[in-house]
């Protein structure tokens, strides 16, 4: 089993609608928890970051944290067609030297 | 600030042949990181470096890979003999965490390799 499980999509939405993207964990030790999004051919960027439980907003975009249920989210409002990309968590312990663990990354497509 | 510059872009070699990557990290930038990433296997940690001095390389495939970083501003990625199933997008990411907090990973946009 992986350590973080992300459903790859792709993920298809009309222009507007409300996406919720995932990821699943098993080590309890991350408390720093990203996500980052990749446009074809180029690196990822990161788009969010929280640290531990809770909720973070930016614009359009909201990242939840469920500690307790090894589980979190990031949502996009009002999606546009720009918002198509790879979108991949990311995790890591807390104050760690190690390197990020990475999702296998969900494919959006946002149509016009 | 320019951000993580890698290069080359595209690379296109014959199985056998020697590959150089390079990366110039973001100035400041204490810690530089080489992934891999595959359509089927993702994102791989290969090695990275805290202060210049390689940390943890287990993510390194085999002996044909070496990476090396002389100096602060640059790294670079050496696989020899590259194979064709090394092809792949290599990305080099750099970070600082002051006091400890990981704030996650500025990427390069990669050097796309394929051997022949």
């Known amino acids: 089993q992986k350590e973080v499980e992300q459903d790859p999509g792709p993920l298809s939405v009309p222009e507007g609608a409300i996406v919720s993207l995932n990821c699943t964990y098993s080590?309890?030790?991350?408390?720093?928890f990203m996500w980052y999004r990749q446009y074809s051919r180029k690196g990822p960027e990161l788009l969010m970051y929280t640290y531990s439980s809770g909720n973070k907003e930016d614009g359009r975009f909201t990242a939840q944290v469920d500690k307790s249920s090894k589980y979190i989210s990031l949502f996009i409002r009002d999606s546009q067609p720009s918002d198509s990309a790879t979108y991949l968590c990311a995790m890591s312990p807390s104050g760690s030297a190690r390197q990020l663990t990475f999702g296998s990354g969900t494919q959006l497509t946002v149509l016009p | 600030d320019a951000g993580v510059i890698q290069s080359p872009r595209h690379e296109v070699t014959e199985m056998g042949q020697e590959v150089t990557l390079r990366c110039k990290p973001i100035?400041?930038?204490?810690?530089l990181f080489w992934y891999r990433q595959t359509m089927m296997r993702g994102l791989e940690l290969l090695i990275y470096f805290n202060n210049n001095v390689p940390i943890d390389d287990s993510g390194m495939p085999e002996d044909r890979f070496s990476a090396k970083m002389p100096n602060a501003s640059f790294s670079t990625l050496k696989i020899q003999p590259s194979e064709p199933r090394d092809s792949a997008v290599y990305f080099c990411?750099?970070?600082?965490?002051?006091?400890?907090?990981?704030?996650?990973?500025?990427f390069g946009s990669g050097t796309r390799l394929t051997v022949v």
């Open positions: 990411a750099s970070t600082v965490r002051p006091g400890g907090r990981n704030y996650g990973y500025t």
């Open positions: 080590n309890s030790a991350f408390q720093y």
């Open positions: 100035s400041g930038h204490d810690y």
